[in-house]
């Protein structure tokens, strides 16, 4: 599966963003789907993760009450509405594909080129 991850910018703290993630192929809804992030000098982290059907989802502390990921399987995407943006928050934002539920970004085989978020301050 081909991921393609789009809709990050730069914007002022207490701001939203909602970020989309794309899929290839007709095997997105067997997938599932996770969304990781990776800061200057700092390693890739998770953020949220979610089941193949929507059904259960987990979010990291540190985004946990501001961000909600979820799904379209007839789109072939999954979103992270983005909520009360902190300077913290700016990173490079990954969209990943798997089949374990997993915070473990090892455990995601197919992965989206990324794209910037940056929130001032």
């Known amino acids: 599966v081909q991921l393609q991850a789009s809709g990050g910018g730069l914007v002022q703290a207490g701001g939203f963003l909602r970020l989309s993630c794309a899929a290839s192929g007709r095997t997105f809804s067997s997938y599932v789907m996770g969304w990781f992030r990776q800061a200057p000098g700092k390693e890739r982290e998770f953020v949220a993760v979610i089941t193949q059907r929507g059904f259960s989802v987990r979010y990291a502390d540190s985004v946990k009450g501001r961000f909600t990921i979820s799904r379209d399987n007839v789109k072939n995407t999954v979103y992270l509405q983005m909520n009360s943006l902190k300077p913290e928050d700016t990173a490079v934002y990954y969209c990943?594909?798997?089949?374990?539920?997993?915070?473990?970004?090892?455990?995601?085989?197919?992965w989206g080129q990324g794209t910037q978020v940056t929130v001032s301050s």
């Open positions: 990943a594909a798997g089949t374990s539920y997993s915070l473990g970004a090892g455990q995601y085989d197919y």
